[in-house]
């Protein structure tokens, strides 16, 4: 079955990094495009940023754009969030999500458990 | 950016009732509509993909339908399981956007 599994939240003081994770398993990773969606405590979602299946096209939120970075090690199975500058308003839970085509569908038909990022001083 | 408006906020129902959820772009999004299921401590579900499309393993109560700009999430026949938060996407241009959600509550 399709696993997604996010690790590397915490709490990081504003303007500093962190680097999110997704480890992905049950499904042909490499054919696949894959999103960061994002939920503030207590708010709705927002849509963080997508990647292509190899890579090759990427596409972010205004709110993050310049400041994070989307990639894939196709060969590891594993998404990432670079996240650099951070904010109080990225405080939120990221979930890793799989779009049901290899570019970009525009949906998320699997999603993650979640990892808490809170910006804090 | 396209903006989507849910509407009620709240809807306070008893099970076995029916359920109309309604989300309204600010612009066409065509039938480039998918609803969402969350219920509370785990991620969201896809319900209803391209407006219409119920997504793998989702029962026949749920239905979706619109274009355009006006959509509707329809559940036939509140469940006990199907009290939650719902929300609607688009999927017709960049950045992809959410609806605030319609929380569904028992009565």
């Known amino acids: 079955q399709v696993q997604l599994v996010e690790s590397g939240g915490g709490v990081v003081q504003p303007g500093r990094s962190l680097r999110l994770s997704c480890a992905a398993s049950?499904?042909?990773?490499?054919?696949?495009?894959m999103h960061w969606v994002r939920q503030a405590p207590a708010k709705g979602l927002e849509w963080v940023a997508v990647?292509?299946?190899?890579?090759?096209?990427?596409f972010y939120a205004d709110s993050v754009k310049g400041r994070f970075t989307i990639s894939r090690d196709n060969s590891k199975n594993t998404l990432y969030l670079q996240m650099n500058s951070l904010r109080a308003e990225d405080t939120a839970v990221y979930y890793c999500?799989?779009?049901?085509?290899?570019?970009?569908?525009?949906?998320?038909?699997?999603w993650g458990q979640g990892t808490l990022v809170t910006v804090s001083s | 950016e396209i903006v989507l408006t849910q509407s009620p906020a709240t809807l306070s129902l008893s099970p076995g009732e029916r359920a109309t959820l309604s989300c309204r772009a600010s612009?066409?999004?065509?039938?480039?509509l998918a609803w969402y299921q969350q219920i509370p401590g785990q991620p969201p579900r896809l319900l209803i993909y391209?407006?219409?499309n119920r997504a793998t393993g989702i029962p026949a109560r749920f239905s979706g339908s619109g274009s355009v700009t006006d959509f509707t999430l329809t559940i036939s026949s509140l469940e006990p399981e199907d009290f939650a938060v719902y929300y609607c996407?688009?999927?017709?241009?960049?950045?992809?956007?959410f609806g605030g959600g319609t929380k569904v509550e028992i009565k």
């Open positions: 391209d407006a219409s």
């Open positions: 996407q688009q999927r017709s241009s960049w950045p992809l956007t």
């Open positions: 049950g499904f042909t990773f490499d054919t696949y495009g």
């Open positions: 612009q066409s999004v065509s039938s480039y």
């Open positions: 999500t799989r779009d049901p085509r290899a570019t970009s569908a525009g949906y998320f038909d699997y």
């Open positions: 990647i292509w299946y190899d890579g090759s096209d990427k």
